[in-house]
């Protein structure tokens, strides 16, 4: 059965970092385009990070965020550095079939998300 599997949230201090991981089983992430999103409290699900090979990134996350692919590990990692308060969403990766499109792509096959709060 195809499952995505987020892990490594947490409650972290503000200035402080977190290394998300979304584990593949059942299919392979090798050649296929993936993206980490994130839904605040009260607000839309919005894009964070893609990957089909070549990475971008919301503004928000330039220069703190970095998405990477380990196809021997079938894993997707989002590193966050320098978290602030309103990082503080449910992290979820998803396979993105029609590629980034330049941008951050469309969710097609979640994982259930892991909470990340940054708070003092």
């Known amino acids: 059965q195809a499952r995505l599997v987020e892990s490594g949230g947490g409650l972290v201090t503000p200035g402080g970092s977190l290394r998300l991981s979304c584990v593949a089983s059942?299919?392979?992430?090798?050649?296929?385009?993936i993206g980490w999103f994130r839904q605040a409290p009260g607000k839309e699900r919005e894009g964070v990070a893609c990957d089909d090979s070549t990475t971008y990134y919301a503004n928000f996350a330039k220069g703190r965020f970095a998405i990477s692919k380990d196809n021997i590990k079938n894993a997707v990692y989002l590193q966050m550095d320098s978290l602030k308060p309103e990082d503080t969403a449910v992290y979820f990766c998803?396979?993105?079939?029609?590629?980034?499109?330049?941008?951050?792509?469309?969710?097609?096959?979640w994982g259930q998300g892991t909470q990340v709060t940054v708070a003092s």
């Open positions: 059942g299919f392979t992430l090798e050649h296929k385009a």
């Open positions: 998803a396979t993105v079939p029609s590629g980034c499109g330049g941008g951050l792509g469309r969710g097609y096959f």
